[in-house]
């Protein structure tokens, strides 16, 4: 018999659509009014997200941990808030939330999620704070990251690439450049996205030009003499962030590792083929969405299950690790890195010491 959290887990995904949609229809019906001007279209935009709402609900039922929820609903909050909308359209979404769980699940299961729903409910009364930006002219390389996210913004991939071509050859490390220019500047723009500055055309544009750019750094990455280590590094099947991961395989080559880097939204069936063919030492795991740490969870027991994944070392990683309490060993991994440069020290020290 599966356990209560793991069934609501289970029953929620396979129902998500037919709940978002209830979940909607009752916020309409509760206050029609509001919601006539937005219309048709308006009416989908709402269903879509309620249907995102119920993923991060779940996962912080399953772990048992409300930050996972509650950090996601000030995230709601702000972006809403930047949006024009009042904060009672999320407070009465989770009321509605509430409402539909326990019309489907019954007297039996409602305490398994009330108690999140109030956490969220609590998070909701929270003043928002004023979020910095990540660029510092004050810093080391501060002003590079300026002029390349700058650039980026107005859509010149062009001088972009040259700030940082010009500053490889002026002997700014590598290294500084991944975790001063790109990294800093994709957290300057998402941060600016949230605040609705920018559109999501021109998230994705900056990511995009950004890996781009990273590979005409290739030619200085990959002149490291060789350790006869060797990485897979993936992002669990459904995740879709790969630019972190990608810079964590980056940093690997740069120490002498040879890797292998097979990307986004990776099947645990196709890193298992990947171990055997490249006999790799260490599996590094991505997960940005804090709802894809179950999908994590799974995917390192099917690993572990078998042949290879019983001797491989696991290290896990990604933004929907870094900001909650739980540690790689609630996860059955080896080791735990918040970002690509102590990921490297990491998984030299787990090697070393089962060799």
């Known amino acids: 018999m599966k356990q209560p959290e793991k069934y609501i887990e289970d029953e929620i995904r396979f129902r998500q659509a037919e709940l978002a949609e209830k979940i909607v229809d009752l916020q309409y019906q509760q206050n029609p009014g509001y919601w006539k001007k937005y219309g048709e279209e308006g009416r989908r935009i709402s269903i879509r997200d309620a249907a995102y709402h119920l993923p991060f609900l779940t996962e912080a039922i399953v772990a048992g941990d409300p930050d996972i929820f509650n950090s996601y609903v000030l995230w709601v909050k702000q972006l809403f808030r930047n949006l024009g909308f009042s904060d009672s359209v999320m407070t009465e979404t989770l009321e509605c939330i509430r409402v539909v769980l326990k019309e489907t699940f019954g007297q039996e299961y409602h305490h398994f999620f ?8 609590e ?5 928002l704070m004023e979020q910095p930006g990540y660029l510092d002219i004050r810093s080391r390389n501060g002003q590079l990251a300026i002029d390349y996210t700058h650039a980026l913004l107005r859509g010149d991939r062009h001088s972009a690439s040259q700030f940082v071509m010009k500053a490889v050859e002026e002997g700014v490390p590598v290294k500084e450049i991944y975790l001063d220019i790109f990294q800093n500047s994709q957290y300057e723009i998402g941060r600016l996205w949230l605040d609705n500055q920018i559109s999501v055309a021109t ?7 950004t890996q781009s750019i990273m590979a005409q750094l290739y030619p200085y990455i990959f002149t490291t003499e060789r350790l006869g280590r060797r ?11 790969e630019l972190g991961i990608r810079m964590v395989s980056d940093f690997f080559e740069m120490d002498g590792w040879d890797t292998y880097y097979l990307g986004a939204n990776s099947p645990a069936t196709s890193i298992m083929k990947a171990i055997d063919e490249y006999q790799a030492d260490l599996v590094a795991l991505s997960v940005s969405m804090p709802f894809h ?8 027991k099917k690993l572990r299950e078998s042949t290879s994944g ?3 070392k696991i290290m896990i990683g990604g933004h929907a690790l870094n900001n909650f309490r739980d540690n790689w060993a609630a ?8 970002n690509a440069n102590e990921a490297v020290i990491t998984a030299n020290k787990l090697i070393t010491a089962y060799q």
Not at 203 to 209: D, L, Q, S
Not at 331 to 338: E, I, L
């Open 114 to 121: 009330d108690r999140f729903i109030d956490s969220g409910l």
């Open 123 to 127: 998070t909701m009364e929270q003043p």
């Open 203 to 209: 998230e994705h544009f900056c990511t995009a030009a």
């Open 231 to 241: 990485l897979v590094a993936a992002c669990v099947g459904g995740e879709l962030h």
């Open 293 to 300: 740490r179950s999908l994590l969870r799974e995917t390192i």
């Open 310 to 312: 019983k001797q491989v």
């Open 331 to 338: 996860f059955n991994a080896d080791g735990y890195a918040p």
